[in-house]
C-alpha cells in the first residue's frame, strides 16, 4: 500500500503511537490503515454418514476437492456466509449446527472458520466455481486430492469427532517450515 485511500498522500509504514505493530499511515491527514487477516467461512455439509465435497472449478487448485466456502462479504453474519458459499459452491441448502473448525494460516493473513451443517436435503449440484458435487463416506475421501491443509484438518476432525458430535471447535493451523512453531 502507497497512497492514502482517503486523500492520496503518500503513506509511511511505522508504528503508531500507542500501538505495537508496524501499520500503514498517511503523511497528511493522519489515518491509519490497518490491514488485518481475511476471514474465510465455509459449512462442511453433512448427510448421514457422509460429507458433501466440491472439486474445484477454479485456481487455485482446480480439479481438487474442497468443502464449500469463500472469502465472507462485508455486512454479512458469518453464518450466512458459510451457507451463501454452500449455495454457490454446491447449490445446496443446510441447517448449520455449530462452529466445527477454525484454521489460521498466518503467513497468507487468513483464518477459516468452518460449521458442522446438515444437508437439508439431496438436491445438490455444481455452481459455477465447481466441475462436480458429491457426497463421501470416510473411506471414500480423496485424501491425496485435497485442496488445502484447512479442509484435510477440518475433514479429520469430522471423522475423529463423528458428524455429531458438538461440544466445541477444532482448533488448528499451518505453519511454513521455515517459521518457528508455536
Known sequence: MK???YCG??????????????RHIC?????????????IV?????????????KRAIEPRHGFWTIPAGFMENGELVEEGAMR????EANAEVDIQSVHTVYSIP????????????????DFSPGVESLETRLFS?????WDELAFSSVKFCLEALFQRGSSA?????????????????
Not at 42 to 54: A, H, I, S, Y
Not at 107 to 122: C, P, R
Not at 138 to 142: F, L, R, V
Not at 169 to 182: C, D, I, M, W, Y
Open 138 to 142: 470416510e473411506e471414500e475421501i480423496p
Open 9 to 22: 498522500s503518500k503513506l509511511d509504514f511505522r508504528v503508531p503511537e500507542g500501538d505495537n505493530l508496524p
Open 107 to 122: 503467513h497468507i493473513n487468513q483464518v477459516y472458520m468452518f460449521f458442522l451443517a446438515k444437508l437439508k436435503n439431496l
Open 27 to 39: 503523511n497528511e491527514c493522519g489515518t491509519i490503515h490497518y490491514m488485518n487477516p481475511r476471514l
Open 42 to 54: 465455509g459449512c462442511v455439509p453433512v448427510w448421514e454418514d457422509r460429507v458433501l465435497l466440491c
Open 166 to 182: 458438538q461440544d466445541s471447535a477444532n482448533l488448528g493451523h499451518f505453519v511454513r517450515s521455515s517459521e518457528p512453531k508455536r
Open 3 to 5: 497512497y492514502c485511500s
Open 85 to 88: 458459499e454452500t449455495r454457490e
